[in-house]
């Protein structure tokens, strides 16, 4: 078509042939080419006096810089485009120009101008009514927020697209946004999210034939696999990014392709095949004079190199990159790569150029407003300053850095999944001042520190369930939690494999012990526990088969031999844990009753069976048991109970029709006897659906639950509701989850969640995230869950004895010890798998269930 506009010689129309040659190119990574024809179609306008032509022409040379990262270039064309759709008075040109704008200073690391720029085309689209590219200023107001750190922000601003996008009908637009929303939802650790809206994107982009957007798709997927340390699936997707790129001619997107597999063998330890993949990313990079690319390559490749050992090729492609940043104007990337270069030094001991470096970067990333740039740098140079004797700098830079964290944390607001990922993802720098204030002999502050990056979500959360005052509760000294307790309280803080316990009274004294872990380590230590206890989540579930007589207690004479040969082998690994988690502090208890803060892989132990003496529950933070235990009497109901006991199962079947789950008879004869005490009806079979507990689990002292449990986050099976008209239920239908229980607040004094893995859930700086958690954060005071798979016989047993002393209005934790001690003197349960998964978790209640002779309920 171009060589026909050429004979005819319509130069107006050879220039839009070259302009549309120019994107054509530009779609291809071919950027040189894309330029030189851009710049002919900037000619031609130029000659004919096509003005708007013209401004056509600097847009796309602006757009191609902008890939090419010479963004002070891109700048330029854009600034040109926007002068000349102001003269021929095309709002509609000039909101796409200021969008380009926005985009470039994005690029450039200068997020406030950015912002200002994204602003006047959203502007302008609501002004003429263009609910499209309204859509559009969202998207980038996002991204830019996004890469300001503030992701509550650029998450609402990219709903806000995919609103738009539904409601007109962009279906790629819809994809775009599900796009933006994964990558959001990555930064914050999120993965899971993550993965559900880039899979969103990669279905719409197959849907409309989008082949680019499905290989980009492929991509995101791939890094947010290769986040999760699922190296094999990220490689999947990469390579079928790298095979679509290839399909459609995108050297560009093919040399990303190389890119991010490289960084994924890089994780692997494969550093020569990384270093083959990036050397490649490199060659097209240069071959598509794409400069910005051409210096993360240099990046990656300096990385592979430090992990190899080879330190002189590493700093050299660091510097290289370095060079490249400076060049194209690229103020993040050389804020990143000072970043890379302090981090080389300060492991190659070079302490004054990692302090040159890190200072660097701290001074860019305030100019580029960068939070957590300015959180890593600070923290990088309190380990400079630290290894330099340079104390006090390295303490104030600590404190500085978890500032920074905090301030980005804040932005969250009331987005506890949020918080939750982002907090765990700089753990690093609350250890680090923690640490250093013990070095410095500071225990109390220290105490004080580790307790401030401690379960920051659930803390945020029960102040707003409890009517905490947020600005008052920011300024309570650690003298005045300490004060607070009633129990004697022990927190934990893990460093390797070292232990640090305070020990606190209500007195306001502290003890401060520390405790190395002799052999392995704190993960393998639970873990070889767990295996010789014959316990943890790679069991499923006990044997709970429908042919075994609940009115029958007695296991066969093999099973009981067993048992109690087993016994001492499981009170021997349980002696381990003792040694580790009790003995440092052993001599300091003053009393029976001890509260635990844990930390790491020791959330999951089974504290309530490591002493005969002592009664243990457990709280994930200090700051949580002083709002739970400062709750006014009124806050809790006094009354009423919510019993729910084998819900029907028999709907919930695989696809050969099978059933999924097995009855569990003891379950209900369990509640039954409870319910008998309290004078309330259970919900039992049919009846135990999952609607029908979240409706009256919101206004009841005593929620009780025995039902199947899930072994990761002990998500908790019910009985389907029954509004769909679809004969299989789904998983929504009959899967009590976190999110079910975040969204009802309970007034509730005590959860038993009599379920197998209710106390299981990702181990993070937050502590368990389950169901738990979930209860915990909804207002009930205290929850009592098990750790592992529970057997529904000696489950039955266990709940008889623990009511029977609630209902002698003993506490919870006194309670919990006799029906633990009670089903261990049984030889059929003596094993430690049937009466050691039992944890109390929160405040030690009481109940009053009134005067009665509870002999008759408790035969």
């Known amino acids: 078509m171009i060589w026909e506009i050429l004979k005819v010689g319509d130069r107006a129309e050879e220039g839009k042939g070259y302009c549309n040659l120019g994107i054509t190119f530009r779609h291809l990574g071919d950027f040189k080419q894309a330029i030189e024809y851009h710049t002919q179609h900037l000619s031609i306008a130029k000659e004919v006096g096509d003005r708007a ?22 700048i330029e064309y854009h600034t040109q485009d926007l002068s000349i759709a102001k003269e021929v008075g095309d709002r509609a040109g000039e909101g796409k ?51 300001l750190g503030d992701f509550k922000q650029a998450i609402e601003y990219h709903t806000q697209h995919l609103s738009i996008a539904k409601e ?52 995101n997927l791939g890094n947010a696999f290769d986040d999760l340390g699922d190296f094999k699936q990220a490689i999947e997707y990469h390579t079928q990014y790298l095979s679509i790129a290839k399909e459609v001619g995108d050297r560009a997107g093919e040399g990303k392709a190389y890119c991010n597999l490289g960084i994924t063998f890089t994780h692997l330890g494969d550093f020569k095949q990384a270093i083959e993949y990036h050397t490649q990313d490199l060659g097209i990079a240069k071959e598509v004079g794409d400069r910005a690319g051409e210096g993360k390559a240099y990046c990656n490749l300096g990385v592979a190199y430090k992990c190899l050992g080879k330190f002189e090729k590493a700093i050299e492609y660091y510097k290289q990159h370095l060079s490249i940043a400076k060049e194209v104007g690229d103020k993040a990337g050389e804020g990143k790569a000072h970043g890379n270069l302090g981090d080389y030094y300060y492991h190659t001991g070079e302490l004054e150029n990692a302090l040159h470096c890190d200072e660097r970067h701290l001074i860019i990333s305030k100019i580029t407003e960068d939070p957590i740039g300015q959180g890593t740098a600070s923290f990088r140079l309190g380990r400079v300053h ?94 005045t939690v300490i004060k607070s307790l009633s129990s004697q309280t022990v927190f934990t803080a893990l460093k390797g494999n070292t232990i640090s316990f305070w020990l606190l009274r209500e007195s306001g004294e502290i003890n401060f012990r520390q405790k190395e872990i002799e052999t392995g380590s704190a993960d393998s230590l639970m873990r070889s526990t767990l295996e010789q206890i014959r316990a943890g989540t790679v069991v499923r579930c006990e044997n709970r088969s429908l042919d075994r007589q609940c009115s029958e207690f007695s296991h066969s004479r093999e099973a009981v031999e067993e048992n109690v040969q087993s016994l001492s082998i499981s009170l021997n690994s349980l002696q381990h844990l003792y040694d580790v988690l009790i003995s440092p502090i052993a001599d300091l208890l003053q009393c029976d009753d001890l509260v635990f803060v844990p930390d790491g892989p020791f959330c999951l132990a089974p504290y309530s069976a490591l002493s005969d ?16 235990a400062g709750a006014t009497d009124d806050f ?70 025995a039902a199947h449990g899930d072994e990761y986050f002990g998500d908790i099976v019910l009985a389907p509701n029954h509004e769909r008209t679809s004969q ?30 209710s106390g299981q859930g990702e181990v993070k700086s937050e502590g368990v995230v389950g169901i738990a958690r979930a209860f915990l954060s909804a207002g009930a005071r205290s929850v009592l869950v098990s750790l592992w798979a529970i057997d529904d016989v000696a489950t039955l047993m266990f709940m008889k004895c623990f009511y029977q002393h609630l209902a002698d209005r003993k506490s919870a934790s006194l309670a919990l010890h006799h029906a633990m001690k009670s089903l261990r003197e049984k030889k059929e349960f003596s094993a430690l798998k049937y009466w050691a998964p039992f944890v109390l978790i929160g405040d030690d209640v009481t109940f009053e269930f009134g005067q009665r002779d509870h002999a008759e309920h408790f035969p």
């Open 728 to 757: 299989k239920p789904e998983e929504e239908d009959y899967m009590l989850t976190m999110n079910d229980v975040y969204a009802v607040r309970l007034q509730a004094k005590l959860v038993v969640l009599s379920c197998c893995h």
């Open 613 to 628: 003496s002592v009664r243990i529950r457990t709280i994930p933070s200090l700051t949580a048991l002083k709002v739970i």
């Open 97 to 147: 120009a200021y969008c380009n704008l926005g985009n470039a200073f994005d690029d450039l690391g200068d997020f406030k101008q950015a912002i200002e720029y994204h602003t006047h085309p959203l502007n302008i689209a609501q002004e003429v009514g263009d609910r499209a590219e309204e859509g559009k200023g969202y998207c980038n107001l996002g991204i830019t927020f996004r890469h």
């Open 636 to 705: 809790n109901s006094k009354s009423e109970a919510l019993l729910v006991g084998d819900p029907c199962l028999k709907e919930i079947t695989w696809g050969t029709g099978e059933p999924m789950f097995e009855q569990l008879p003891c379950a209900k004869k369990e509640v039954e006897m409870i319910g008998e005490l309290l004078q309330t009806s259970p919900l039992t079979g049919k009846h135990a659906t999952k609607g029908e507990v979240l409706k009256r689990m919101k206004s009841v002292a005593l929620i009780h639950i």
């Open 386 to 479: 630290e290894s330099s004797g340079s104390l006090c700098k390295a303490l104030n830079y600590y404190r500085l850095s978890v500032k920074h964290f905090d301030g980005t944390r804040r932005l969250l607001q009331s987005a506890d999944a949020w918080k939750i990922s982002f907090r765990d993802t700089k753990q690093f720098a609350y250890t680090a001042l923690w640490t250093r204030l013990l070095k410095n002999g500071d225990v109390d502050e220290a105490l004080y520190a580790a307790e401030q990056g401690r379960a920051q979500a659930l803390a945020d959360v029960l102040k707003m369930q409890y009517g905490v005052d947020e600005e008052g509760a920011s300024v309570v000294t650690m003298k």
């Open 53 to 74: 032509g013209e401004g056509k022409a600097y847009c796309n040379l602006g757009i191609t810089f902008t890939h090419l990262g010479d963004f002070k270039q891109a």
């Open 168 to 219: 007109v009908g962009d279906r790629a637009g819809e994809g775009k946004a599900y796009c933006n929303l994964g990558i959001t939802f990555r930064h914050l650790g999120d993965f899971k999210q993550a993965i559900e809206y880039h899979t969103q994107d990669l279905s719409i982009a197959k849907e409309v034939g989008d082949r680019a957007g499905e290989g980009k798709a492929y991509c």
